[in-house]
């Protein structure tokens, strides 16, 4: 898939006295130098292969949705223990388990080699986030394969540079989450599409929405419309219903094997979503600038050139694309050469995504910033296609008033002051969310690994439950999370219990009104045998652990303690990026602390 295609010096096969002089690119190299000296396909997988295992290692948890709706039901399929939530009570069966099932051969891997299961489950996790990174790459070296192919060098690694320094791309290709599992399949249908291939991306685009994110099907809207005018369409019509009945197939039998009956999730969630069943507004409401300002957080100046594009695309016109001697090389047999004003065309309904599925969230009431992870990767395409049509113009109106020669330097200049600051104020956000929010990944590491069978443990949050990373963080099966009272009022997820049938349980605590329920929470802090909570900077916890008449503080001890930031108390510009030496100074803290509950003598310890 990754097979480079040269292209051929231009001029090629013409006599010395034949050969026209190329004109500059927007960055002042000419067209056959620089289409010989693009980055091959291998290189490029190799970098974004780089950036995406750097996020393996070291991105945190963004979304308690990864948690709770998918990495614990993963955690139960594995191990037999994990939180269950409203969605996947058999009464409404929201979720499919064809999702989760994708996953477990990796997540589980570690188990069947005969690992301890404290070892095991966090090398499976850590294992799983590696190989989202690898598939999140190897779409991402493909959409660049095909633009080098048929667009200038400068647009291809410009396009290169964004997704190996994206912060928004650090956080999204290794989230367990079905708008990231479509962020790759609209990543390679637009490869696909730049390509010339209608039925890879037909099947894509199934695959994304079925077995993916459904809603995101507005997404690829755009390819719909041009496979119509790429393939015949009883041809594209009878595919399409081919790919549907290969995906929905296995997605509708494996809901029934774990949900004990006949049931569809993919249209349960959008009768509830979508259709009216539901109101996805009870768990939020945000501004239509929501995506905006989440967009400028996590690719800060790529966001503005991004909406550029049209205009930029217009006024540059065909200077983004190669000469046709070498364009031409990269159409198959079979295939049309639309020559250059085509490929903008084409450039532009690549990116198209990005304008429909940013108009179709910002519509809806509920916002979240996973929602925009879907179009991540042509944020960076479309991004990159404005720079290097804006260099183009800057290069034409300087040429008009200085030498070429200076010109092409200053844009050079100005171009590549551009790209190392905005990399590296990419970099700097994706810093400061492992360095300010990094806490909740490490703080259940410092619990002790517990083998073998007995009685449960219970690990216990309040405040802080939403950032739970997982029972895969978790050392020893019999550890259990629960939770204690907090100031949050809505409905928290349960143990899945097999008493009650598992996974074709409908228990009596779920609800699809996100109303609290009392059967939720842990009796007691006083029955915890450890405590994870928030400590302010005066030393007090958060989390009230003692109600009336019961011990107090000091029947707890202090495990282990990690600097968190202080959202409401830290200037917003440090709190976001990371500046050596400055964010420590002026981010306020709380301490993340792990407490160990003490008992009585004729109590039971924990780990006991």
Same mark, same amino acid.
């Given at each position: 898939m990754l097979r480079q295609r040269h292209a051929p010096r231009e001029g090629a096969g013409q006599s010395s006295g034949q050969r026209r002089t190329p004109r500059p690119t927007a960055t002042g190299a000419t067209g056959g130098a620089a289409a010989s000296a693009v980055v091959p396909a291998r290189a490029a997988f190799a970098l974004l292969a780089l950036a995406r295992l750097a996020s393996a290692s070291f991105n945190i948890i963004h979304d308690c949705d990864e948690t709770f709706n998918y990495l614990e039901p993963l955690h139960y399929f594995l191990h037999g223990s994990g939180m269950q939530t409203w969605e996947y009570s058999s009464q409404f069966a929201l979720r499919s388990w064809l999702y989760l099932l994708l996953h477990a051969p990796v997540a589980g891997a570690p188990a069947l080699l005969g690992l301890g299961a404290g070892r095991a489950k966090l090398l499976g996790f850590s294992m799983l986030r590696a190989a989202l990174g690898l598939v999140s790459a190897a779409t991402e070296a493909w959409l660049y394969r095909a633009v080098a192919a048929r667009y200038r060098p400068a647009l291809a690694h410009c396009l290169l540079l964004f997704l190996c320094a994206s912060?928004?791309? !650090? #956080?999204?290709?290794?989230?367990?989450?079905?708008?990231?599992?479509?962020?790759?399949?609209?990543? &390679? #249908?637009?490869?696909?599409?730049?390509?010339? @291939?209608?039925?890879?991306? $037909?099947? #894509? #685009?199934?695959?994304?929405?079925? /077995?993916?994110?459904?809603?995101? %099907?507005?997404?690829?809207?755009?390819?719909?419309?041009?496979?119509?005018?790429? &393939?015949?369409?009883?041809?594209?019509v009878g595919w399409l219903l081919l790919c549907l009945l290969g995906t929905l197939g296995p997605?509708?039998?494996?809901?029934?094997? +774990?949900?004990?009956?006949?049931?569809?999730?993919?249209?349960? +969630? $959008?009768?509830?979503?979508?259709?009216?069943?539901?109101?996805? &507004?009870?768990?939020?409401?945000?501004?239509?600038? !929501?995506?905006? @300002?989440?967009?400028?957080?996590?690719?800060? !100046?790529?966001?503005?050139?991004?909406?550029?594009?049209?205009?930029?695309?217009?006024?540059? =016109?065909?200077?983004?694309?190669?000469?046709?001697?070498? %364009? *031409?090389a990269h159409v198959k047999p079979g295939r049309t050469n639309t020559g250059a004003s085509g490929s903008v065309l084409r450039l532009l309904v690549c990116v198209a995504p990005v304008f429909v599925w940013g108009a179709a969230i910002t519509a809806l009431p509920h916002k979240e910033e996973r929602f925009l992870y879907v179009v991540y990767p042509l944020i960076c395409l479309a991004a990159a296609a404005s720079f290097v049509a804006l260099c183009s113009l800057a290069g034409g109106v300087l040429g008009a008033v200085l030498p070429r020669r200076a010109?092409?330097?200053?844009?050079? *200049?100005?171009?590549?002051?551009?790209?190392? =600051?905005?990399?590296?104020?990419?970099?700097? @956000?994706?810093?400061?969310?492992?360095?300010?929010?990094?806490?909740?990944?490490?703080?259940?590491?410092?619990?002790?690994?517990?083998?073998?069978?007995?009685?449960? $443990?219970?690990?216990?949050? %309040?405040?802080? /439950?939403?950032?739970?990373? *997982?029972?895969?963080?978790?050392?020893?099966?019999?550890?259990?999370?629960?939770?204690?009272?907090?100031? !949050?009022?809505?409905?928290?997820?349960?143990? +899945?219990?097999? *008493?009650? =049938?598992?996974? @074709?349980?409908?228990?009596?605590? +779920?609800?699809?009104?996100?109303?609290?329920?009392?059967a939720n929470y842990w009796p007691s802090a006083s029955g915890c045998d450890y405590v994870v909570s928030l400590r302010d900077e005066e030393g007090a916890l958060l989390d009230t652990l003692a109600a009336e008449g019961e011990e107090g503080a000091h029947a707890w001890t202090q495990v282990a303690s990690l600097p968190f930031v202080d959202q409401a108390r830290s200037p917003p510009l440090f709190r976001a990026f990371y500046v050596p030496g400055l964010s420590a100074q002026r981010n306020q803290r709380y301490e993340y602390v792990l407490l160990r509950r003490e008992r009585g003598s004729g109590a039971r310890r924990a780990g006991a």
């Open positions: 912060s928004g791309l !650090f #956080a999204a290709s290794t989230a367990m989450l079905p708008s990231s599992f479509t962020m790759y399949a609209l990543t &390679a #249908a637009s490869a696909g599409m730049m390509e010339g @291939r209608p039925y890879f991306v $037909i099947l #894509a #685009a199934a695959i994304g929405v079925v /077995w993916g994110w459904c809603v995101a %099907g507005f997404a690829f809207l755009p390819y719909a419309l041009w496979v119509l005018t790429a &393939a015949p369409l009883l041809c594209s997605l509708v039998l494996v809901d029934r094997h +774990f949900y004990g009956a006949w049931t569809v999730s993919l249209w349960n +969630f $959008i009768r509830y979503n979508v259709v009216g069943g539901g109101d996805s &507004a009870l768990y939020g409401v945000e501004d239509a600038s !929501f995506y905006l @300002r989440n967009g400028l957080n996590n690719f800060q !100046f790529l966001v503005p050139l991004a909406l550029l594009l049209p205009v930029a695309a217009a006024l540059a =016109g065909t200077s983004l694309c190669l000469p046709r001697s070498s %364009g *031409s010109a092409a330097a200053l844009v050079q *200049s100005v171009a590549a002051l551009f790209l190392v =600051g905005s990399s590296l104020l990419a970099l700097s @956000r994706s810093a400061a969310l492992v360095v300010n929010y990094g806490a909740p990944l490490h703080i259940y590491q410092h619990l002790p690994t517990v083998e073998g069978t007995g009685p449960p $443990i219970s690990v216990c949050t %309040g405040v802080e /439950w939403h950032r739970f990373p *997982s029972a895969f963080f978790l050392p020893g099966q019999r550890y259990r999370l629960q939770f204690i009272k907090s100031g !949050f009022d809505g409905l928290l997820p349960h143990q +899945f219990n097999d *008493s009650q =049938g598992g996974t @074709r349980a409908a228990p009596p605590y +779920f609800n699809d009104r996100n109303q609290e329920e009392p």
